[in-house]
């Protein structure tokens, strides 16, 4: 992350607290009230690895305003190794997920493997480019959805049928780009990386819709499945 004497949102970490607390509330019936009981161990790295990174986008920019220069620095290099191991058990979840299915069941839930692989590479894309803070923002955006969904599924009456989580969910991420756009619209610097994203995001979110849909998808699925991973 760059050492920058201002920041460019000064507010940051608390819509990144309000994000973790959204999450803790979307995953509170499926795992936190039960986390002991739990028995998938990819289930728990996952979450360590997640937990971590939103620990450090909600630190990071707390500690620039207090201008801790050395102790940014250090948690900034730690985001190299703490990324491909969110990367790598975001995978083996996946896989262990979609491996436990019977055949019958894989054969409809297989489109769904394209909402965590293409979460994941919209994480990896953000992070890539995160020598300009906006990247940095933009990899909490890919979390939206699934916390999106949880939501919807135990705390509204809104059925999980066809699209809909999806719909409102992807919806939801690219509203808040329209937001951070309309935000940037007075900026002489980088105003290009949200209109590049909110790009980038919609026609991965489309692919939900027709790629995940194929029957080339499917074969793709069935041999992600089939690795020998988990």
Known sequence: MATRTTLPFPRASWWFLALFAASVLAFWH?????????????VHLHTIGVVAWMALLIG????????????????????????????????????????????????IAAPNLYLPLIALVLFLICFAQA????????????????????????????????FVYPLIGYGFTDLILLLLIWRDRGERRARWVFPSLLALFVAAHLGRFTLAETDAWFSFATWFRDLPLT
């Open 30 to 42: 499926p795992y936190v009230s039960r986390v002991a009981q739990v028995g998938e161990l990819w």
């Open 60 to 107: 990071q920019p707390l500690l620039i305003h207090r201008r801790k220069w050395p102790l940014h620095r250090t948690l900034g290099s730690l985001a190299y190794a703490l990324v491909p191991y969110v990367a790598v058990t975001a995978l083996l979840l996946a896989h262990s997920r979609f491996r436990a299915l019977d055949p019958a069941t894989f054969a």
């Open 131 to 162: 020598v300009h803070s906006r990247f940095m923002v933009a990899t909490a955006l890919p979390l939206i959805d699934p916390i999106m969904a949880r939501f919807l599924y135990f705390y509204t009456p809104v059925a999980d049928i066809g």
